[in-house]
């Protein structure tokens, strides 16, 4: 069964406007981390934002904010002010608790493009 | 934060010959380190994860007779693909974990392996 679903293989946005990639999760364990990354052209994996199943607040970072609903077992990343740089593909990954910990399972990526 | 570089970037090898890539850590001592494939616009599937000292583990499909790793000290992991052949071509990410930082994984900038 797929761990980690993004939904979206492609998503388009006007520069300065925000965006919302979507992410859901299944998991039995209750500690467990959700992570974005971007991964440009280049192929570099950008690490963007963390947010552990505890935590109560969202988290931010910068213009990134992840938006965690527990219950609904979603992490969607929320990026504002869309740049063109934000062009690239976007994963979403779950770090489960116990003895795989530290191994990433990783989303199938949504392609995002900024358009000017 | 945390660097790790990966040898060589760019690696094109002839059907039946093997290629080693490189996986360093260049400023922490990674216990555990990750190593991923990734086709074209396809997410990251894990391989298998190298732990120093040794056997890796590796992810179930994986043949470890054909993908070996070494982990041989804190800072370089090694990944040597025996008999290549042109389904062998992809994308060759690691990463590492920094045992001082609870939750980042650090990734290489990738190696992109062409069997011709």
């Known amino acids: 069964a797929q761990k980690i679903t993004q939904t979206q293989p492609g998503m388009f946005v006007q520069e300065k406007e925000a965006v919302t990639l979507d992410c859901t999760y299944d998991t039995s364990d209750q500690s467990y981390g959700l992570f974005w990354y971007k991964q440009p052209s280049s192929g570099e994996m950008i690490f963007l934002i963390y947010?552990?199943?505890?935590?109560?607040q969202n988290a931010t970072e910068g213009r990134y904010s992840l938006n965690f609903q527990k219950a609904r077992k979603s992490a969607n990343l929320v990026i504002s002010a869309s740049q063109l740089g934000d062009s690239a593909m976007y994963f979403c990954a779950m770090r489960e608790g116990g003895t795989s910990y530290g191994k990433l399972t990783f989303g199938q990526g949504t392609i995002l493009t900024v358009h000017p | 934060g945390a660097v790790v570089s990966q040898h060589p970037s760019r690696v094109i090898c002839k059907s039946g010959t093997s290629v080693k890539i490189e996986c360093r850590s260049l400023?922490?001592?990674?216990?555990?380190m990750f190593w991923y494939r990734q086709f074209p616009k396809q997410s990251l599937m894990l391989m298998a994860t190298?732990?120093?000292?040794?056997?890796?583990?590796?992810e179930q499909g994986v043949e470890k007779d054909k993908f070996l790793i070494n982990h041989a000290s804190l800072t370089l992991s090694t990944l040597t693909v025996t008999s290549a052949h042109p389904e062998d071509s992809s994308f060759y990410i690691c990463?590492?974990?920094?045992?001082?930082?609870?939750?980042?994984?650090?990734f290489g900038p990738g190696t992109r392996l062409t069997v011709t």
């Open positions: 990463s590492a974990r920094d045992p001082r930082d609870f939750y980042e994984q650090y």
């Open positions: 947010q552990g199943s505890y935590d109560e």
């Open positions: 190298s732990n120093e000292g040794s056997k890796a583990t590796y």
């Open positions: 400023d922490f001592q990674a216990t555990t």
